[in-house]
């Protein structure tokens, strides 16, 4: 999309012929088979299958552990143009989010935003039951990383990422809101707010200038103390008496010491005193 690559990491996980295929284009092709094999389960009457697959809090304490991570590849075929473009947002955004930190470091923030809500939801099940299937709130994330690292980058309209993710954000919050699904507003705020705090901890993010700011200010500030500045001191330098004297000596010898000014009488004297001085 940028063509920007800032990692050493960015290597192909393998190649299809001359095909290279990263990280973000096997978990969309991961997703993609799942909701094929969704459709079809529907259709022969086995959708019982994508039951178990769904995050249950209930069931998950009480043994069904699979359920924290296999609830993001349940696609119900209901759902297939939304999932279709949240495979285009995955693809688009993800393959730069990967670009920029690398393959490993890439995987680390999707495996978070996968396994974060269900653990959040898993102790919320202990006051009361909620559940959850599918990946949107992951990809909005991966959006959101991608609005972080890109935030002036222009989107539909010319308007920046960054006011595309505020503004997806807030609207999604006042739907969440507005029908009392707390849960689910738990985690879309969980996935936005750790998709930021993740890219913003490995240091990207440089046009955020906000943040680095309000950071700014909460740091204690250095003391200053004020230091009178040096005085130059000059140095002198031991006066060689014998090279003083020698003009005056002969100077004397040819014109007499009547010839000497009084400044040059004050030179013989001082040379004499040292002279005396070193004597004794």
């Not at 730069?96 to 923030?109: A, D, I, Q, S, T």
């Not at 935030?151 to 807030?170: D, N, Q, S, Y």
């Amino acid at each position: 999309m940028f063509g920007v690559t800032t990692s050493d990491d960015d290597q192909p996980v393998t190649w299809v012929g001359s095909y290279p295929v990263h990280a973000t284009t096997l978990l969309v092709g991961v997703h993609s088979i799942c909701a094929v094999l969704a459709c079809f389960l529907t259709a022969f009457g086995a959708g019982g299958i994508l039951n178990l697959m769904m995050f249950d809090s209930a069931e998950a304490l009480r043994g069904a552990v699979w359920q924290v991570a296999t609830y993001a590849f349940v696609h119900p075929p209901s759902r297939l143009i939304w999932f279709a473009i949240e495979m285009y947002m995955l693809f688009m955004f993800g393959r730069e989010v990967e670009r920029f930190m690398g393959r490993k470091p890439f995987l680390v923030l999707y495996g978070l935003l996968l396994l974060a809500p269900t653990l959040l939801l898993s102790a919320w099940g202990l006051w009361e039951r909620t559940g959850i299937a599918g990946s949107s709130s992951i990809h909005f994330g991966v959006f959101v990383a991608f609005a972080t690292i890109y935030p002036r980058v222009e989107m539909l309209l010319r308007i920046p990422a960054k006011w595309v993710a505020l503004a997806f954000g807030a609207i999604l919050t006042l739907q969440l809101l507005a029908s009392h699904a707390w849960s689910e507003l738990a985690v879309l705020w969980l996935s936005i707010g750790g998709a930021f705090a993740f890219i913003r901890m490995r240091g990207a993010g440089p046009e955020l200038e906000w943040w680095s700011n309000l950071k700014e200010r909460f740091q204690p500030k250095p003391k200053f103390k004020v230091v009178p500045k040096p005085t130059a001191r000059r140095v002198v330098e031991p006066e060689d008496v014998h090279v003083s004297i020698d003009p005056l000596l002969e100077k004397i010898s040819k014109s007499g010491i009547n010839s000497l000014t009084a400044s040059e009488r004050r030179a013989l004297d001082r040379a004499r005193n040292q002279l005396l001085n070193k004597s004794k």
